[in-house]
């Protein structure tokens, strides 16, 4: 895995990746009632716990310091291994309320996808998403409404900001010391920033992405693809703004 930020890790699984926020406190009297350790953000397909628990432990960080999991949406990609990794170390599941309910029923996102244009995304739509499906079904322990901000990673804590578009429920995570948007799907940056595979409502998805850069951060990771490295938000804003 690699770090982004002081408290932010970015775990390659293939095509897709997911993120530990480590909690960083000064001092037992900043932690409060947080017990310091790690939050997943996002779990890869089905069978990847091994991947991300190796990656953690050769870099010297141990898996059973993780404290909680947040999904970002309901896709396989994200939420793939999140019931065996919350099974394993015991620890609960956090997410959108929207989100909830998908994956309470097994759903993965509602129908009627919008495929981004250009041949690849026909392509991955084709090869990987348009037979749908289902999930596993599991609980969610936690629902999270927009704005909420949540006492991880460091003093300033990650707020939650609600993007629906993409898939319904979907969050970006800003964590507000690092200045470093974990941004998911409201777009990619696999080659270039540019849209995700598909949306359910893109238009919506396009206010999801301009919402989230509006506000104050300079790096930003993506579900697909590489880190904004610098001026992330100004470049989101040029992007897709009409
Ligand atoms: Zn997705
Ligand atoms: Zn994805």
């Given at each position: 895995m690699k770090k982004i930020t002081p408290h932010l890790y970015q775990l390659n699984l293939g095509f897709v990746n997911a993120f530990l926020i480590e909690d960083i406190v000064p001092d037992a009297d900043a932690a409060g009632d947080l017990v310091p350790g790690f939050t997943l953000v996002d779990t890869g397909m089905p069978g990847q716990l091994p991947k991300i628990f190796a990656q953690m432990k050769k870099t010297?960080?141990?898996?059973?310091?993780?404290?909680r999991i947040i999904v970002t949406h309901a896709h396989t990609d994200h939420t793939g291994s999140a019931a065996a990794i919350s099974k394993a170390l015991d620890i609960p599941l956090w997410a959108h309320a929207d989100t909830a309910q998908l994956v309470e029923q097994g759903l993965p996102g509602q129908a009627s996808l919008q495929v981004s244009p250009g041949l690849l995304n026909q392509l991955i739509y084709q090869l990987l998403i348009r037979r749908g499906g289902t999930i596993d079904a599991f609980n969610i322990d936690h629902r999270f409404v927009d704005g909420e901000v949540l006492p991880i990673g460091g003093p300033g804590g990650v707020k939650v900001i609600y993007t629906p578009g993409h898939g319904a429920g979907h969050l970006a995570l800003l964590l507000q010391d690092d200045r470093v948007l974990i941004a998911a799907d409201i777009c990619t940056n696999a080659s270039g920033l540019n849209w995700s595979?598909?949306?359910?409502d893109r238009e919506l998805g396009r206010q999801s992405i301009l919402k989230a850069a509006a506000f104050d951060f300079d790096k930003a990771v993506f579900g697909h693809g590489r880190p904004l490295t610098s001026a992330a938000n100004a470049r989101l804003r040029v992007k897709f703004e009409r």
């Open positions: 010297g960080k141990d898996p059973r310091d993780i404290h595979t598909e949306y359910e």
